[in-house]
Nanobody, 125 residues
Framework: QVQLVESGGGLVQAGGSRRLSCAAS????????MGWFRQASGKEREFVAA????????TYADSVKGRFTISRDNARNTVWLQMNSLRPEDTAIYYC??????????????????WGQGTQVTVSS
């Protein structure tokens, strides 16, 4: 497993932007598939975005497509989630996840074996 630490959460007005970061430990980060998930209060955790080990392929939930961008820098062991045009319904705890034995793009939570502690994003209307 790999250790993940998210940062960048906070309060933002609707229409604003925020960039989340996820720092990963481990020398083989460059081989991991990575993803972002979120959980709103009273709801189940849901998929947001995922990126292949090389960064060459990404996939997004329909609810964030065109507004959010996932990216990674394997030299810095970091993955980011750039969130633009934020809406109140984007309010949630955002989690970074790693699939340390896989290299593609995955939307199912069960494919991921390491999770960060989460960072709260609150979008005010």
């Amino acid at each position: 497993q790999v250790q993940l630490v998210e940062s960048g959460g906070g309060l933002v007005q609707a229409g604003g932007s925020r960039r989340l970061s996820c720092a990963a430990s481990g020398r083989t980060f460059s081989t991991y598939a990575m993803g972002w998930f979120r959980q709103a209060s009273g709801k189940e955790r849901e998929f947001v975005a995922a990126i292949r080990w090389s960064g060459s392929r990404t996939t997004y939930a329909d609810s964030v497509k065109g507004r959010f961008t996932i990216s990674r820098d394997n030299a810095r062991n970091t993955v980011w989630l750039q969130m633009n045009s934020l809406r109140p319904e984007d309010t949630a705890i955002y989690y970074c996840a790693a699939a340390s034995t896989l290299s593609g793009v995955y939307v199912a939570q069960g494919e991921y074996d390491s999770w960060g502690q989460g960072t709260q994003v609150t979008v005010s209307s």
